[in-house]
T-cell receptor, first 113, second 114 residues
Framework: ELKVEQNPLFLSMQEGKNYTIYCNYS?????LYWYRQDPGKSLESLFV?????AVKQEGRLMASLDTKARLSTLHITAAVHDLSATYFC?????????????FGTGTRLQVTL | KAGVTQTPRYLIKTRGQQVTLSCSPI?????VSWYQQTPGQGLQFLFE???????NKGNFPGRFSGRQFSNSRSEMNVSTLELGDSALYLC?????????????FGPGTRLTVL
């Protein structure tokens, strides 16, 4: 059974600081997804990581994937309040498609002034 | 391009009733997946339909069922509602194939069972 673990579960950080969210998964996968969810809202696609060593960056967020270690990281640089949200990583059951995603528990990020 | 739409957005039902939720995928997407999100269990996969056929299924009881129409629109049905079925139900669509396949989520239907 595929298991996806994220840590930390909750992260409170000051504006301007850097931090990393970790996502570990238990079985081989050729891809990993990161999503953002604001309170009461749906999931917004952030990154699709498709190969070992893949690195994607968008603004203050950078995601990377190490398929050998079964580990992905989401790095936040110089956090701003607008980044406050819950971040999920997700791994599909089958290779080659995005089907049947197993989600991590989510990391609730709170950026304080 | 219009995103994934779900109707209704909110529903209140009582135990024992049944409910049908609807999802319209992004134009051109042939795969529709359904997820349940609760504070206790997080995001859990219900099932996926691709070209009108159920392609994958999660670990939910038979009270949860779905279907997909020829235009890729999908419906999910829950019969004999239980209190524990209260949740946010999210629909996601994707091409369903291809190297860069990605699921895009709709706004969700919040179901409350009293």
């Amino acid at each position: 059974e595929l298991k996806v673990e994220q840590n930390p579960l909750f992260l409170s950080m000051q504006e301007g600081k850097n931090y990393t969210i970790y996502c570990n998964y238990s079985t081989t996968s050729d891809r990993l997804y990161w999503y953002r969810q604001d309170p009461g809202k749906s999931l917004e696609s952030l990154f699709v990581l498709l190969s070992n060593g893949a690195v994607k960056q968008e603004g203050r967020l950078m995601a990377s994937l190490d398929t050998k270690a079964r580990l992905s990281t989401l790095h936040i640089t110089a956090a701003v309040h607008d980044l406050s949200a819950t971040y999920f990583c997700a791994v599909p059951l089958n290779t080659g498609t995005a089907s049947k995603l197993t989600f991590g528990t989510g990391t609730r990020l709170q950026v304080t002034l | 391009k219009a995103g994934v739409t779900q109707t209704p957005r909110y529903l209140i039902k009582t135990r024992g009733q049944q409910v049908t939720l609807s999802c319209s995928p992004i134009s051109g997407h042939r795969s529709v997946s359904w997820y349940q999100q609760t504070p206790g269990q997080g995001l859990q996969f219900l099932f996926e339909y691709f070209s009108e056929t159920q392609r994958n299924k999660g670990n939910f009881p038979g009270r949860f069922s779905g279907r997909q129409f020829s235009n890729s629109r999908s419906e999910m049905n829950v019969s004999t509602l239980e209190l524990g079925d209260s949740a946010l139900y999210l629909c996601a669509s994707s091409l369903g194939q291809g190297y860069t396949d990605t699921q895009y989520f709709g706004p969700g239907t919040r179901l409350t069972v009293l």
